[in-house]
T-cell receptor, first 114, second 112 residues
Framework: GEDVEQSLFLSVREGDSSVINCTYTDSSSTYLYWYKQEPGAGLQLLTY?????DMKQDQRLTVLLNKKDKHLSLRIADTQTGDSAIYFCAESLNYGGATNKLIFGTGTLLAVQP | NAGVTQTPKFQVLKTGQSMTLQCAQDMNHNSMYWYRQDPGMGLRLIYYSASEGTTDKGEVPNGYNVSRLNKREFSLRLESAAPSQTSVYFCASSEEGGTEAFFGQGTRLTVV
C-alpha cells in the first residue's frame, strides 16, 4: 500500500541539530525525497536519495535510508531560524508503465527557537 | 523561466458552483500532477497525467475532473463545489522518470 508517515511537529533551538523522521510502506519506491515548504509558498525539493543508497550528505543536510525498516530521516546540522518550515517526506512509485507518482507524508513543522 | 504557474491564487466559491483551476508549465515536462493540501494530512494526489492525452486517478479523485489540454497545461475542474473541497491546491510537473517535481505557488480555495 501507499502510506508515508511523519510526526507533525519538531521544536529545536538555533544551532542544534534537527532530525525529522519518516516511515513508508511501499518497498517498490525508486526515489525518496525531502521537500521544504515555507509559509504561503509551494514545495521546493531539498534533497533526494535513490532507493539503493544508505546515506546522502549535502552541506548541512544528511539523509539516512533504512530500507529494511522502511525508515527515512533528514538531519539538519546547525539549524537556523531560516530553516523553520514544513518538511515533507515523499516516495516515488512507478506503476505499470505510468510515470512516477509522488506520494507525500503529512509534513513535519520544524520550529527553530532563537 | 516561470516554471509552474497556477491561477487563480485565491478563490471563494459558494456550494454548488463550478470552477476550473488552471496550471501551466514551461519546462517541457511530460508528467503533471494535482494535489490538495489539508492541515495534518500532507499532500494528497487528486489526479496525475503521465503524458499529453493521458490522465489517471490519484488518492482522492472524487468530485474532480481534469483535462490535459496539451503538454503545457493541466486543468482541474470542480463541477459542483462542496465545503469539503476547501483546501490549498498545488499543481506540479516533472520529467518522466525524473528526480524532482516542480510545484506551483498554490491556489487557496474556500467553499462556503
Amino acid at each position: 500500500g501507499e502510506d508515508v508517515e511523519q510526526s507533525l511537529f519538531l521544536s529545536v533551538r538555533e544551532g542544534d541539530s534537527s532530525v525529522i523522521n519518516c516511515t513508508y510502506t511501499d518497498s517498490s519506491s525508486t526515489y525518496l525525497y525531502w521537500y521544504k515548504q515555507e509559509p504561503g509558498a509551494g514545495l521546493q525539493l531539498l534533497t533526494y536519495i535513490f532507493s539503493n543508497m544508505d546515506m546522502k550528505q549535502d552541506q548541512r543536510l544528511t539523509v539516512l535510508l533504512n530500507k529494511k525498516d522502511k525508515h527515512l530521516s533528514l538531519r539538519i546540522a546547525d539549524t537556523q531560524t531560516g530553516d523553520s518550515a514544513i518538511y515533507f517526506c515523499a516516495e516515488s512509485l512507478n506503476y505499470g508503465g505510468a510515470t512516477n507518482k509522488l506520494i507525500f507524508g503529512t509534513g513535519t513543522l520544524l520550529a527553530v527557537q532563537p | 523561466n516561470a516554471g509552474v504557474t497556477q491561477t487563480p491564487k485565491f478563490q471563494v466559491l459558494k456550494t454548488g458552483q463550478s470552477m476550473t483551476l488552471q496550471c501551466a508549465q514551461d519546462m517541457n515536462h511530460n508528467s503533471m500532477y494535482w494535489y490538495r493540501q489539508d492541515p495534518g494530512m500532507g499532500l494528497r494526489l487528486i489526479y496525475y497525467s503521465a503524458s499529453e492525452g493521458t490522465t489517471d486517478k490519484g488518492e482522492v479523485p472524487n468530485g474532480y475532473n481534469v483535462s490535459r489540454l496539451n503538454k503545457r497545461e493541466f486543468s482541474l475542474r470542480l463541477e459542483s463545489a462542496a465545503p469539503s473541497q476547501t483546501s490549498v491546491y498545488f499543481c506540479a510537473s516533472s520529467e518522466e522518470g525524473g528526480t524532482e517535481a516542480f510545484f506551483g505557488q498554490g491556489t487557496r480555495l474556500t467553499v462556503v
